[in-house]
């Protein structure tokens, strides 16, 4: 039986009907990781011996033992937990974030923790201090980022599923570029609790899968209320698998000017154009509109991301935990000497930049001119789509402007990097749920992405036409040659 082949969904009905057991899947998946990992650098804290001991104590629950890689920006108790940052070189939470406790309630089986650009700063998974993530569809080429080790897991079919964090793209954008379903939930559905925070108005956790299917699953289990976060939002969460329904016959979708305007990949546009095509097959309506704010997204994005990171990241200094340098201290100043030097050898590059671009934006007399400026600028974003959404169901873009890049060509050139997330940063400016699904290949065969932005809370919409479109084609079900 060739299980990391499966979706997750389809190993569950083989556990049910005890064909198989937890012990099988587990050992199949370490048993990829360890025969190709070395040419993709997915894993960065994985312990096959200790993972096959806890299916032993897993409780009984939905996920029957299933598997699932975890973003190494998640806390996981007693694990190692370091957001890819020699500064947090060591730590091991006390504590589990919620969505941790809610998988482990159902029964899932955490296998490792996964790369990512360092403290989720990047849209190449190339910031690490593990080194940089393969894409495992040209090995010569960036998964994408920040989630890049999430979402080359999952494409590598080291693990059924994975989870991520989104802050202004980190999932959908690495989704895209890997040929994966990725996630980002309606800011306040999934608790940030046990996140280690970027940007804290930005953040949010969502899935990373084969399919839609199994989306809608994960995102059951971890989705609801929780006390510990004060930005989780008291809705009701629905069955979202149960719900699932491929009939979008009359349904509106919109079509933004702004984002069909950009420089993209011919490749992608022409993509895009046969999913419109085929949606309108299936009954669906579309409609131009305009988010006539979308050209500011990228500039008001990277003032108030980097402020929020500036304070988030103060808290890292050497004192409680992690990296603190061995490098002699100045007597006369031993405290700020100490702060300096620790920073300065745990932090890259990209972290520094942001840091000191937050921190200038922060400052005195340019706080008015832009962080408040930015403020505001989010505020009209926002507004964009909520009138966009008075006329339609939800809205289609590109996930991103092109296919995956190689590696180190943007590196070197923050402004291409930051420009790699036109199409992802808006929903976080507004908070909505938005959701990437492979729709295509390029030329050179690495994946393209279709992006579904819908209303608050309207996950559903969101699932139901990524549903009906992967169910009258097979995009989703093409793999990465390792």
Same mark, same amino acid.
């Given at each position: 039986?060739?299980? /990391?082949? =499966?979706?997750?969904?389809? #190993?569950? $009905?083989?556990?049910? &009907? !005890?064909?198989?057991?937890?012990?099988?899947?587990?050992?199949?998946?370490?048993?990829?990781?360890?025969?190709?990992?070395?040419?993709?650098?997915?894993?960065?804290?994985?312990?096959?011996?200790? /993972?096959? =001991?806890?299916?032993?104590? #897993?409780? $009984?629950?939905?996920? &029957? !033992?299933?598997?699932?890689?975890?973003?190494?920006?998640?806390?996981?108790?007693?694990?190692?937990?370091?957001?890819?940052?020699?500064?947090?070189?060591?730590?091991?939470?006390?504590?589990?974030?919620?969505?941790?406790?809610?998988?482990?309630?159902?029964?899932?089986?955490?296998? !490792?923790?996964?790369?990512?650009?360092?403290?989720?700063?990047?849209?190449?998974?190339?910031?690490?201090?593990?080194?940089?993530?393969?894409?495992?569809?040209?090995?010569?080429?960036?998964?994408?980022?920040?989630?890049?080790?999430?979402?080359?897991?999952?494409?590598?079919?080291?693990?059924?599923?994975?989870?991520?964090?989104?802050?202004?793209?980190?999932?959908?954008?690495?989704?895209?570029?890997c040929g994966v379903v990725g996630l980002?939930?309606?800011?306040?559905?999934?608790?940030?609790?046990?996140?280690?925070?970027?940007?804290?108005?930005?953040?949010?956790?969502?899935?990373?899968?084969?399919?839609?299917?199994?989306?809608?699953?994960?995102?059951?289990?971890?989705?609801?209320?929780?006390?510990?976060?004060?930005?989780?939002?008291?809705?009701?969460?629905?069955?979202?698998?149960?719900?699932?329904?491929?009939?979008?016959?009359?349904?509106?979708?919109?079509?933004?000017?702004?984002?069909?305007?950009?420089?993209?990949?011919?490749?992608?546009?022409?993509?895009?154009?046969?999913?419109?095509?085929?949606?309108?097959?299936?009954?669906?309506?579309?409609?131009?509109?305009?988010?006539?704010?979308?050209?500011?997204?990228?500039?008001?994005?990277?003032?108030?991301?980097?402020?929020?990171?500036?304070?988030?990241?103060?808290?890292?200094?050497?004192?409680?935990?992690?990296?603190?340098?061995?490098?002699?201290?100045?007597?006369?100043?031993?405290?700020?000497?100490?702060?300096?030097?620790?920073?300065?050898?745990?932090?890259?590059?990209?972290?520094?930049?942001?840091?000191?671009?937050?921190?200038?934006?922060?400052?005195?007399?340019?706080?008015?001119?832009?962080?408040?400026?930015?403020?505001?600028?989010?505020?009209?974003?926002?507004q964009d789509f909520k009138d966009a959404?008075?006329?339609?169901?939800?809205?289609?873009?590109?996930?991103?402007?092109?296919?995956?890049?190689?590696?180190?060509?943007?590196?070197?050139?923050?402004?291409?990097?930051?420009?790699?997330?036109?199409?992802?940063?808006?929903?976080?400016?507004?908070?909505?749920?938005?959701?990437?699904?492979?729709?295509?290949?390029?030329?050179?065969k690495l994946p393209i992405g279709l992006?579904?932005?819908?209303?608050?809370?309207?996950?559903?919409?969101?699932?139901?036409?990524?549903?009906?479109?992967?169910?009258?084609?097979?995009?989703?079900?093409?793999?990465?040659?390792?």
């Open positions: 039986m060739d299980i /990391v082949n =499966k979706t997750a969904i389809e #190993l569950l $009905e083989l556990l049910e &009907k !005890g064909e198989i057991t937890s012990w099988e899947i587990a050992s199949a998946y370490l048993k990829r990781i360890e025969s190709s990992d070395a040419k993709i650098n997915a894993f960065v804290h994985l312990d096959p011996e200790q /993972v096959l =001991k806890k299916i032993k104590t #897993l409780p $009984e629950g939905k996920l &029957k !033992g299933l598997p699932i890689a975890i973003k190494d920006n998640l806390c996981v108790k007693n694990q190692l937990t370091t957001c890819a940052s020699k500064i947090l070189n060591g730590f091991r939470p006390p504590y589990d974030a919620t969505v941790i406790e809610k998988l482990e309630q159902a029964g899932a089986l955490v296998l !490792g923790k996964v790369n990512m650009d360092e403290f989720a700063f990047g849209s190449s998974c190339e910031t690490s201090c593990y080194g940089p993530t393969h894409n495992p569809w040209n090995t010569e080429c960036a998964p994408g980022g920040s989630s890049g080790g999430s979402a080359a897991s999952v494409a590598a079919q080291f693990t059924p599923w994975a989870l991520g964090s989104d802050t202004g793209g980190s999932i959908r954008q690495p989704a895209s570029l980002k939930p309606t800011y306040g559905r999934v608790s940030r609790y046990g996140l280690i925070a970027f940007a804290s108005s930005l953040d949010q956790i969502g899935p990373l899968t084969h399919d839609v299917r199994d989306a809608a699953l994960l995102l059951n289990i971890i989705a609801g209320y929780d006390k510990k976060d004060s930005t989780s939002v008291n809705i009701e969460t629905p069955d979202y698998l149960a719900n699932l329904n491929e009939n979008i016959k009359g349904l509106k979708i919109g079509l933004p000017k702004e984002y069909f305007d950009v420089d993209s990949n011919p490749e992608v546009k022409q993509s895009i154009q046969q999913v419109i095509e085929i949606l309108k097959s299936l009954g669906a309506q579309f409609k131009e509109i305009s988010l006539p704010h979308t050209e500011y997204a990228v500039a008001t994005y990277y003032i108030i991301a980097p402020s929020e990171a500036s304070s988030n990241l103060a808290r890292f200094d050497g004192v409680q935990y992690g990296l603190r340098t061995d490098n002699k201290l100045d007597k006369e100043s031993p405290l700020i000497d100490m702060y300096l030097k620790t920073r300065g050898e745990g932090f890259g590059p990209e972290a520094k930049r942001r840091v000191i671009l937050g921190t200038y934006a922060l400052s005195s007399g340019y706080y008015d001119a832009y962080y408040l400026k930015a403020l505001k600028v989010r505020t009209k974003i926002s959404f008075k006329n339609v169901d939800c809205i289609i873009t590109p996930t991103s402007p092109t296919g995956a890049f190689k590696l180190g060509e943007r590196i070197n050139d923050p402004l291409a990097m930051y420009l790699s997330d036109i199409f992802t940063i808006s929903a976080n400016l507004a908070g909505i749920p938005a959701l990437s699904i492979p729709c295509g290949l390029t030329a050179e992006q579904v932005l819908g209303k608050s809370f309207d996950e559903q919409t969101l699932f139901n036409v990524a549903y009906a479109y992967q169910q009258n084609t097979d995009w989703h079900k093409k793999k990465a040659e390792i």
